[in-house]
């Protein structure tokens, strides 16, 4: 069990968030996240079909996890916001995952229109997370207009590719004045021991559990995986050598 | 009047948002739902209030799974 961590007014126990899609099935998806103890749960806000409603997975998760909703999918400041509008309305939280994307194919963010939309979802009483690139100074500007925590991407969403720029990402969280929360291109379970390693204060999965040949042992790994990264960090890794270094003693060797 | 409904252009006879509902069939009472008119929300104790006109854009959503 890893140290808690805070986000805005909020201490979390988990260092996992877990995302709701993509599962094989509603069972497979209860049972990895129990597995993974996230401390939330992720949720997009869609249009109903037009033959009617179900309220039964918002029913099926609020009772055990904290939701947090997203904009996903969002390409326009005013999209995103309105979005974030209704999420509020509908799971009656202030607090959203700012999702604006620049590139449909990349998933990659509109930095310029996130800022804005973060800008503005700030006035209006959100708690913003934005998902955002891998950006120092991306990263800083959602700071500075008030964002909760950021949520720079580790690789292309889905992608399963891990953490593609450990360097940027490690520059982020040495300077970041809210938490990072690795988000997206988490492949397995390494590429989250790394994120905590880097310095992150948690990491986001959805596909590399949802998607696994069996989501709840990799759920659990992914649990396993944040609490030794996180440890690791804490106990402060030895540095990396340009020569070898004996480990065992060099006086008595037999035949000297 | 002709009205859009989460995109779809379509002719209703309702004129408020409860009564939009209702002719849709969707218990007012549902949890989780979420709806705006010509981009501002319209909060649940407002539905009943909230007058439709011709050429306003419904958004009607709630939340589904996802990263």
Request: aromatic share 4%; net charge negative.
């Amino acid at each position: 069990m890893n140290d808690p961590f805070t986000i805005a007014d909020t201490v979390f126990a988990s260092r996992i968030f877990v995302g709701s899609a993509r599962y094989p099935n509603q069972q497979v998806m209860l049972d990895a996240l129990a597995a993974a103890g996230p401390a939330m749960v992720t949720m997009s806000i869609r249009r109903i079909s037009l033959e009617g409603y179900a309220e039964s997975l918002v029913d099926l998760l609020g009772g055990s996890y904290r939701i947090l909703p997203n904009t996903a999918g969002c390409v326009t400041a005013r999209d995103a916001i309105l979005t974030a509008e209704l999420a509020r309305e509908a799971l009656e939280t202030n607090w959203i995952k700012l999702e604006l994307i620049g590139d449909r194919e990349l998933l990659y963010p509109d930095v310029e229109q996130l800022v804005h939309a973060a800008d503005e979802l700030v006035r209006k009483g959100f708690t913003v997370l934005p998902y955002c690139n891998e950006d120092p100074v991306a990263c800083q500007k959602l700071a500075d207009v008030g964002c909760a925590a950021v949520m720079p991407l580790g690789s292309l969403i889905g992608s399963g590719r891990g953490i593609a720029n450990p360097a940027a990402i490690e520059l982020i969280c040495a300077r970041s004045p809210v938490p990072v929360v690795l988000d997206a291109g988490i492949g397995t379970a390494s590429d989250a021991a790394q994120a905590m390693e880097l310095g992150c204060d948690a990491v986001m999965v959805d596909t590399a559990i949802a998607k696994s040949h069996d989501p709840i042992r990799m759920a659990a790994a992914m649990r396993g995986a944040v609490e030794a990264g996180r440890l690791a960090r804490l106990a402060g890794r030895i540095p990396k050598r340009r020569f070898a270094e004996p480990s065992s003693p060099q006086l008595g060797l037999v035949g000297s | 009047m002709r009205l859009k409904i989460n995109g779809v252009d379509e002719e209703v006879a309702a004129t408020t948002v409860a009564q939009l509902l209702a002719d849709r069939g969707i218990n007012p009472a549902v949890r989780f739902l979420a709806i705006a008119v010509n981009g501002a929300v319209v909060r649940r104790a407002e539905w009943s209030q909230a007058a439709l006109k011709a050429g306003d854009a419904v958004e009607i959503v709630r939340p589904l799974q996802g990263g």
